[in-house]
């Protein structure tokens, strides 16, 4: 496997919007480079849009540095706010 991508439509029920969640992105060490990522995200968005998405996010862990330095690369901006507890 190249690489691949999987998202969730999440729907703002505060505003009536949808958010396209990019929940996972991965591509081979050795096809990085090469614009896959760049093709993944844009088929995401494709996939988004057709579901009335206005928006596209990616979470990432804190660890990931390699995932930091792509995603301005790929038109994200850092948006840090995020809380989390363990069920």
Known sequence: M??????A???????GTRRLRL????VAPSHRGR???RSLVREAERWGRE?????IEVTSAGRRSDAHAAYPALGFEDAPRRFTRRL
């Open 51 to 55: 579901h009335g998405c206005s928006l």
């Open 23 to 26: 929940t996972a992105i991965a």
């Open 35 to 37: 614009g896959l990522a």
């Open 2 to 7: 190249r690489g691949f991508a999987s998202a």
């Open 9 to 15: 439509v999440v729907p703002f029920f505060h505003d």
